[in-house]
């Protein structure tokens, strides 16, 4: 089925339909500031569990995963024991991690935990070409004290002194904010190209056509 594509338009007609739109954007970008303060004032949770990570160097605290910053930032990807390929939803969302260097100037420090072995987390992550620091939870219960059982999300925590405590958890279309590649697709005629879209341009169900960066 041929798209039905956007009115052809004079260029004084397009420049009112954008500024109309513009002035619905910056109300949306002060709604979303909002959102993020309170976000900030959300109250947080002593996270004082004895938990165990599985590194590159050997055995880790949640305490040394912080490397000394203030803050952490945990991607609970979902990859599991004896798989040998990661969730192709977390595999997108990593794949949009930038360099850590502009967290980490704002002490914060980001990485993914999974149930998978350490092995398996490095074979993975060769494969895609990752550089972020990953760690094993295996036989840990820090992913189900975080409220997951096999899904994904992103925790966020906040170190002081040696007291650490969980502040944010997103899953689920939370986790849209972070993929450059839906907010830059959000800006075309076509979109995401997704059924559930009012253009009417798409058929794809949601996230069915993610594949992993190197299967496309």
Same mark, same amino acid.
């Given at each position: ?12 007609? $397009?420049?009112?339909?954008? !500024? ?5 954007? *910056?109300?949306?970008? *002060? ?17 004082? &569990? ?79 070409? $990752?550089?972020?620091? $990953? ?50 697709? !959000? ?12 253009? &009417? ?8 056509? $993610? ?6």
């Amino acid at each position: 089925m041929t798209p039905t594509l956007p009115e052809v338009v004079s260029r004084e007609e $397009w420049q009112a339909a954008r !500024d109309a739109l513009m002035i619905k954007e *910056k109300e949306l970008t *002060k709604a979303t500031d909002a959102i993020n303060a309170e976000r900030r004032r959300l109250p947080m949770v002593r996270f004082d &569990g004895k938990y165990e990570f599985e590194g590159p160097d050997g055995r880790v605290s949640l305490l040394d995963l912080f490397a000394g910053r203030r803050q952490l930032i945990v991607y609970h990807f979902m990859l599991n024991p004896g798989q040998k390929a990661g969730c192709v939803g977390c595999s997108m969302v990593i794949d949009h991690v930038g360099p850590l260097a502009h967290l980490h100037d704002r002490d914060t420090t980001f990485t993914a935990v999974s149930p998978a072995t350490l092995p398996e987390i490095e074979k993975y992550k060769e494969r895609m070409g $990752w550089t972020i620091p $990953w760690v094993s939870t295996t036989g840990d219960a820090f992913n189900p004290d975080c409220g997951l059982d096999g899904g994904f999300g992103i925790s966020v925590f906040l170190r002081e002194g040696d007291e650490v405590f969980r502040t944010y958890f997103t899953s689920g279309r939370g986790a849209e904010q972070f993929v450059s590649t839906f907010r830059y697709l !959000d800006l075309t005629p076509f979109g995401r190209q997704e059924a559930w879209e009012e253009s &009417g341009r798409g058929t794809d169900g949601p996230g069915h056509w $993610w594949k992993r960066h190197d299967e496309y």
